[in-house]
């Protein structure tokens, strides 16, 4: 008997379907193992039964050109393996014929059959990655790719969401035979995925013969408002842009900024897994690069093309510019950092304080910030402004005027500070928020409580005030870390806020225009509103017509040629129906990317004295890393398929 030791990678299923024939009824032959079974290993077990009246001889198995003895145990039985060795790189995908012959010593003879599967499962493809956003116009599609000889038996798509849950199924007819195809226009007779959600995305296929092929993605949002035009899309979920440049966080925990013009990515840190999810992981770009806050409570900077350690054990505050301020975890610490000096002084310390410390930066560097041990804001050169009843809540400014509120446990008190230093009561709301305050341009909005819900309101620079919403519902604005009452005001005075599950734009003297969904985050910029969800940007339109797009979705593919090990996602630039994938598109194997450490590793440059961030501002990014250049846009097909072994 022939000998194969060679192991091989390649899963083989057994079905076996059982049919004696004997030349004579005296003998029996039966197989016990293997039956409808996959096998992971490079051998087929044999177990069979073989009776007569007479003594049973000899029991063997065959096995494409294999002859194998099954050697007896106890109660008729006879077991075997094949060991398949190089025939097995050298079999074609599909059934295949086992044979167990049972002789008698009067020379008869009886036979089973069963049938040896050589097998691969089918390849599941998508349009979407995960932190992408479905626009207007954009379809979710999927498919099922079987290996030949093997066809798709079923296909199915869910979309999770805290608002239930939607399930979609293949139509019909099915344009190529043995395939499965999924789109969302098709499914349930034209039902769309309802928009204004975030949803995790669980696919499904199954040929009948292997088990089911299962991969889950996500976050995938659907904002397929008319108003929102999509015009860049980052490599991974989008912490701030500016003009110029991206900063976002990938599915590989990995930080980036990413180049809009070049489409080049610097890669900043590799985000360790800390006491938060990656989900807190939040930052802002700076002049001279980005600043970010861990999931370990590290604060770190990439400052020049220079990775730095600003701090351990504290919170990044606020940003602008290079200038940032941060707490210790305690909030009895609080310190101003220049990231382009290098140089730290110390803001506000009360050792054992449980006061949360809150802050704002003019565009010069200037501090203005408030705690509950003292109920005036208190800006650079010690500057008081205000003495009220409550805590005070973060001070707001744009470096000419300057905004707070004092919570006294039941409503929020809202004042502003011009810098000809008058004091301006703006009203109370029914919030104990501190984000209920936004300053742009001399503009200065805030809510406002009508006895029953908080509604938004505007001063303008010429001190009148303007109801900008009337709702039944309370309002508010549209707040992020980092960017805390900065975003939501226009150079002339247009507001964008939120109200049930929807952002609106607002202005004096105009009902207020629905944009899209409350997904995402909006904010001007160089003269244009933008929202971004997920990893995408999209510009907001006038109502009479869509933004010119600046990045066409599917214009390129994500393929970054470092990475941190592991199977990718692979994109395609198109999807269609008709597509036939004679090659399958192989994962890629990717590497860690040169010299990028864990982000909580310790500055090796020395690093700075404490520090922290708020404010974007413009300028000019790290030197460039080595990924190689990633689409600014993708909506084609993602082939999640394994590479198959071959011998």
């Not at 094949?82 to 167990?100: N, Q, R, W």
């Not at 207020?512 to 940007?537: A, C, Q």
């Not at 269609?576 to 440059?605: G, N």
Request: hydrophobic fraction near 40%.
């Amino acid at each position: 008997m022939r000998a194969y030791r060679r192991h091989i990678g390649t899963a083989i299923a057994l079905a076996l379907s059982l049919s004696a024939h004997a030349a004579d009824a005296a003998v029996t032959v039966g197989l016990i193992e293997p039956t409808n079974v996959i096998i992971e290993s490079s051998t087929i077990p044999v177990h069979a039964t073989a009776s007569s009246p007479d003594d049973i001889y000899y029991v063997e198995a065959e096995f494409e050109g294999l002859t194998i003895e099954l050697t007896p145990t106890e109660g008729g039985h006879f077991q075997g393996a094949f060991d398949l060795g190089e025939l097995a790189g050298e079999l074609a995908y599909g059934p295949h014929v086992v044979t167990v012959h049972a002789y008698s010593t009067l020379g008869e003879v009886a036979s089973a059959q069963g049938t040896v599967h050589r097998y691969a499962p089918p390849t599941l493809g998508w349009n979407v990655v995960t932190h992408d956003t479905l626009t207007d116009g954009w379809r979710f599609a999927a498919k099922c790719v079987p290996t030949p000889p093997y066809t798709c038996k079923s296909l199915r798509a869910t979309f999770h969401s805290a608002e239930g849950q939607v399930t979609l199924l293949p139509g019909n007819p099915q344009p190529v035979p043995g395939y499965l195809y999924l789109k969302e226009e098709q499914a349930w007779y034209g039902y769309q995925l309802p928009s204004g959600r975030a949803y995790t995305l669980t696919l499904e296929a199954s040929d009948g013969v292997g088990p089911t092929v299962t991969r889950t993605i996500g976050p995938i949002y659907v904002d397929r408002s008319p108003r929102l035009t999509a015009v860049q899309r980052a490599p991974g979920a989008i912490l701030d842009f500016d003009a110029t440049r991206i900063l976002f966080r990938d599915l590989y925990q990995r930080l980036g900024i990413f180049d809009r013009a070049t489409q080049q990515v610097t890669w900043v840190a590799t985000i360790p897994q800390g006491g938060l999810p990656f989900s807190e992981v939040y930052g802002a770009l700076t002049p001279s690069g980005s600043v970010h806050q861990s999931t370990t409570g590290h604060i770190l900077a990439w400052v020049n093309g220079a990775r730095r350690t600003i701090t351990s054990a504290a919170r990044l505050d606020a940003v602008s510019g290079d200038n940032i301020v941060w707490t210790t975890y305690s909030d009895d610490w609080a310190v101003a950092t220049s990231l382009s000096a290098g140089t730290s002084r110390t803001l506000w310390r009360i050792d054992g304080s449980r006061s949360p410390f809150q802050a704002d930066i003019t565009p010069s560097g200037g501090v203005y910030f408030g705690t509950y041990e003292d109920s005036a804001i208190v800006g650079p050169s010690g500057v008081r402004l205000g003495d009220h009843e409550g805590n005070l809540q973060r001070p707001i400014t744009d470096g000419t005027n300057v905004a707070g509120r004092w919570w006294d446990g039941m409503t929020s008190s809202s004042y502003l500070y011009t810098a000809e230093g008058e004091e301006v009561f703006l009203g109370d709301s029914i919030t104990g928020t501190s984000a209920g305050l936004l300053v742009h341009a001399g503009h200065a909005a805030f809510l406002r409580s009508d006895g029953a819900v908080n509604q938004v309101w505007l001063r303008t620079p010429d001190g009148e005030q303007h109801q900008i919403s009337d709702f039944t519902t309370s309002s508010q604005f549209d707040q992020v870390k980092l960017r805390v009452g900065h975003d939501g005001i226009s150079d002339t005075g247009e507001v964008l806020f939120l109200n049930g599950g929807k952002r609106y734009l607002g202005r004096a003297g105009g009902a207020p225009e629905t944009i899209g969904s409350s997904l995402g985050h909006g904010r001007w910029l160089d003269g244009s509103w933008y929202v971004t969800i997920g990893n995408t940007i999209f510009q907001v339109s006038s109502p009479q017509g869509a933004v010119a797009q600046l990045a066409a979705p599917g214009s390129a593919e994500f393929a970054p040629e470092e990475g941190l090990g592991g199977e990718r996602e692979v994109l395609s630039t198109s999807f269609a129906v008709d597509e036939v994938l004679d090659e399958p598109m192989w994962a890629r194997d990717l590497h860690e990317p040169d010299a990028l450490p864990a982000s909580a590793d310790a500055d090796a440059d020395g690093g700075f004295a404490p520090a922290a961030a708020g404010c974007s501002t413009s300028g000019p990014a790290g030197s460039a890393g080595r990924a190689a250049a990633l689409a600014a846009a993708v909506a084609g097909l993602v082939l999640g398929r394994r590479r198959r072994a071959r011998s």
